[in-house]
């Protein structure tokens, strides 16, 4: 079973800037899609951003398109997600997650391994 470790989450301001990453354990990590959720007290967990396992496709859901970007380093298992003018909005719990095959996937029944997840929290 692979193990999943975000890194990067803070406290910042409206506007400003974060770069997640997240480190796989394990071999499959490069044959895999990968993808970022996020979920904010009260509400469902939902999908951030998709990467295919060579890094040459990419999905963003609508809110985020522009602002943020996901990239991935198989070299290093490694998947990131830079975020950019971010907005009170996008607070909440950020958890990257490993996909069942190579592609892009938006739903949380297509990943089976998850991290821990890493708090992002935007002031206004």
Not at 28 to 48: C, D, H, I, L, N
Not at 84 to 104: I, R, V, W
Request: aromatic share 10%; proline share 2%; net charge neutral.
């Amino acid at each position: 079973q692979v193990q999943l470790v975000e890194s990067g989450g803070g406290l910042v301001q409206a506007g400003g800037s974060l770069r997640l990453s997240c480190t796989a354990s394990g071999r499959t990590f490069g044959s895999r899609g990968m993808g970022w959720f996020r979920q904010a007290p009260g509400k469902e967990r939902e999908f951030v951003a998709a990467i295919s396992r060579s890094g040459d496709n990419t999905d963003y859901t609508n809110s985020v398109k522009g602002r943020f970007t996901i990239s991935r380093d198989n070299a290093k298992n490694t998947v990131y997600l830079q975020m950019n003018s971010l907005k009170p909005e996008d607070t909440a719990l950020y958890y990257c997650a490993q996909g069942l095959d190579s592609g892009l996937y938006t739903y949380t029944g297509e990943y089976d391994s998850w991290g821990q997840g890493t708090q992002v929290t935007v002031s206004s």
